[in-house]
């Protein structure tokens, strides 16, 4: 009992002794750390990407409402500038890249792009922003290769719908080298951006070479690609030979593939 006494009467000694002090105070935050908070700044990569994801959506919804009626398209000429450092128009092939049943990626190959992801301003912004994408997917997209094209869609002011039926080619007989030719018909039909103000339009038509160059044995699949790379490339020069026969102060890109493998 005389034990426990002393041990209670010197707690409250102690609690004597401390009565009148003020409350200890919580250490303040490293200056490190106050300095870290106010000089954070957002990644300009990933403030242009947001960006170029927010006119993608637009260039998506816009899309919709394109019209194929020949007869109401107007004549209109507005100044167009296609290449990507300096550019005020785009193309839209919203179907570029993709095969209509993605499982057909397994039997088809790749599938048809008119442009290759560095020069499809509309494809690369929604694989840097999307929404369903994961961060470590979108930040390959968010880097200085990619940096012009994404400036490019968020400067663009018009965008060229190419609305077409595309039959992709394919190999018949790999030990013959004979294949079936692609196909590609339909149209390009400009409208500006923000207004939604249809400009004009114009046909394309294109297929493959009737000869195409194979080369075999670099990897598994190079003559699909061959093919492939024949018919892209003719699709693209068909694209700029009547976009510029409609608008002919258009000013286009110079743009050449090696072959159809992006990086």
Same mark, same amino acid.
């Given at each position: 009992?005389?034990?426990?006494?002393?041990?209670?009467?010197?707690?409250?000694?102690?609690?004597?002794?401390?009565?009148?002090?003020?409350?200890?105070?919580?250490?303040?935050?490293?200056?490190?750390?106050?300095?870290?908070?106010?000089?954070?700044?957002? @990644?300009?990569?990933?403030?242009?990407?947001?960006?170029?994801?927010?006119?993608?959506?637009? #260039?998506?919804?816009?899309?919709?409402?394109?019209?194929?009626?020949?007869?109401?398209?107007?004549?209109?000429?507005?100044? #167009?500038?296609? %290449?990507? =450092?300096?550019?005020?128009?785009?193309?839209?092939h919203h179907e570029s890249g993709r095969h209509e049943n993605p499982l057909e990626v397994l039997t088809k190959g790749a599938a048809?792009?008119?442009?290759?992801?560095? @020069?499809?301003?509309?494809?690369?912004?929604?694989?840097?922003?999307?929404?369903?994408?994961?961060? =470590?997917?979108?930040?390959?997209? %968010?880097?200085?290769?990619?940096?012009?094209?994404?400036? /490019?869609?968020?400067?663009?002011?018009?965008?060229?719908?190419?609305?077409? &039926?595309?039959?992709?080619?394919?190999?018949?007989?790999p030990s013959t080298r004979s294949f079936s030719p692609g196909k590609l018909e339909g149209a390009g039909v400009l409208y500006e951006?923000?207004?939604?103000?249809?400009?004009?339009?114009?046909?394309?038509?294109?297929?493959?070479? @009737?000869?195409?160059?194979?080369?075999?044995?670099?990897?598994?699949?190079?003559? /699909?690609?061959?093919? #492939?790379? @024949?018919?892209?490339?003719?699709?693209?020069?068909?694209?700029? &030979?009547?976009?510029?026969?409609?608008?002919?102060?258009?000013?286009?890109?110079?743009?050449?593939?090696?072959?159809?493998? =992006?990086?």
């Amino acid at each position: 009992m005389t034990r426990f006494r002393k041990s209670l009467v010197g707690a409250l000694i102690v609690a004597a002794g401390c009565k009148g002090e003020e409350p200890q105070k919580r250490a303040p935050p490293s200056v490190a750390a106050a300095a870290a908070v106010e000089t954070k700044k957002s @990644d300009p990569l990933e403030d242009l990407a947001s960006a170029a994801f927010s006119k993608w959506a637009a #260039l998506y919804y816009l899309r919709k409402e394109v019209s194929l009626d020949r007869a109401a398209w107007p004549g209109e000429e507005p100044e #167009l500038d296609f %290449r990507k =450092e300096t550019g005020n128009a785009i193309v839209v092939h919203h179907e570029s890249g993709r095969h209509e049943n993605p499982l057909e990626v397994l039997t088809k190959g790749a599938a048809f792009k008119l442009f290759h992801l560095e @020069d499809d301003p509309y494809r690369l912004a929604q694989a840097a922003g999307s929404f369903t994408s994961k961060p =470590e997917e979108k930040a390959k997209y %968010r880097v200085d290769k990619y940096k012009p094209a994404l400036e /490019h869609i968020v400067r663009a002011k018009y965008a060229v719908y190419v609305v077409a &039926k595309v039959q992709q080619p394919q190999l018949d007989s790999p030990s013959t080298r004979s294949f079936s030719p692609g196909k590609l018909e339909g149209a390009g039909v400009l409208y500006e951006i923000e207004s939604k103000k249809l400009l004009g339009g114009f046909s394309i038509e294109a297929r493959n070479s @009737d000869k195409v160059d194979v080369r075999s044995g670099a990897y598994t699949g190079q003559e /699909h690609d061959s093919v #492939l790379h @024949d018919f892209e490339n003719n699709a693209r020069e068909a694209l700029w &030979k009547a976009l510029q026969a409609r608008f002919p102060s258009a000013r286009l890109p110079t743009i050449v593939y090696l072959d159809s493998k =992006e990086d």
